[in-house]
C-alpha cells in the first residue's frame, strides 16, 4: 500500500533525521559549557551563544514537525497523489534542515534573521500539506 509513497517517506525519515542530529548536536555542546547543569541552558544566555542557539534549533523542531509528520503520514492513509505529497515533504525537511545550518551559522538577534524565511517557507508548505488533507478528505 505504502510503495507508492516512497519519496514521501524518505522525505520524513530525513527530517526525523534531522531532528536527531540537531539534538545531538544540542546535547554536546551543552556538555561543553563549563557550568554544565543537565537538561539547563544558561538564561543569560542569547543568539551569540552556539549552546544557546543549538538548543533553540533543537527546541523549534520538536514545536513545529509534528505539526508536519502527523498530516503527512494522514495524507498517505487517505491517498493524497504521492508526487504532490513528496513534494510537499521535501520542500519542508530542506527548509528545516537550511534553517537548521542558518541558525548555527549565523549570530543575529535581528528579525527577520535570514532562518526566518525558511521557517516561513515551511509554514506555507505546512498550511498547504493541510489544504491538501482536508480537500482530499472532501
Given at each position: 500500500?505504502?510503495?507508492?509513497?516512497?519519496?514521501?517517506?524518505?522525505?520524513?525519515?530525513?527530517?526525523?533525521?534531522?531532528?536527531?542530529?540537531?539534538?545531538?548536536?544540542?546535547?554536546?555542546?551543552?556538555?561543553?559549557?563549563?557550568?554544565?547543569?543537565?537538561?539547563?541552558?544558561?538564561?543569560?544566555?542569547?543568539?551569540?551563544?552556539?549552546?544557546?542557539?543549538?538548543?533553540?534549533?533543537?527546541?523549534?523542531?520538536?514545536?513545529?514537525?509534528?505539526?508536519?509528520?502527523?498530516?503527512?503520514?494522514?495524507?498517505?492513509?487517505?491517498?493524497?497523489?504521492?508526487?504532490?505529497?513528496?513534494?510537499?515533504?521535501?520542500?519542508?525537511?530542506?527548509?528545516?534542515?537550511?534553517?537548521?545550518?542558518?541558525?548555527?551559522?549565523?549570530?543575529?538577534?535581528?528579525?527577520?534573521?535570514?532562518?526566518?524565511?525558511?521557517?516561513?517557507?515551511?509554514?506555507?508548505?505546512n498550511l498547504i500539506l493541510y489544504v491538501l488533507l482536508f480537500?482530499?478528505?472532501?
Amino acid at each position: 500500500m505504502f510503495i507508492v509513497y516512497t519519496y514521501t517517506i524518505a522525505g520524513l525519515a530525513v527530517i526525523i533525521l534531522t531532528v536527531l542530529v540537531q539534538n545531538i548536536v544540542a546535547a554536546v555542546a551543552h556538555r561543553k559549557q563549563s557550568s554544565y547543569v543537565p537538561g539547563k541552558v544558561a538564561e543569560d544566555l542569547s543568539h551569540d551563544s552556539f549552546v544557546f542557539r543549538s538548543h533553540r534549533t533543537f527546541h523549534n523542531s520538536l514545536e513545529n514537525v509534528n505539526q508536519f509528520i502527523i498530516p503527512a503520514i494522514l495524507c498517505m492513509f487517505i491517498g493524497v497523489t504521492p508526487f504532490y505529497l513528496a513534494i510537499l515533504v521535501w520542500v519542508y525537511g530542506l527548509c528545516r534542515i537550511v534553517h537548521m545550518a542558518l541558525y548555527y551559522a549565523v549570530a543575529t538577534e535581528r528579525n527577520p534573521s535570514p532562518r526566518t524565511y525558511f521557517y516561513m517557507i515551511g509554514l506555507v508548505t505546512n498550511l498547504i500539506l493541510y489544504v491538501l488533507l482536508f480537500i482530499s478528505l472532501i
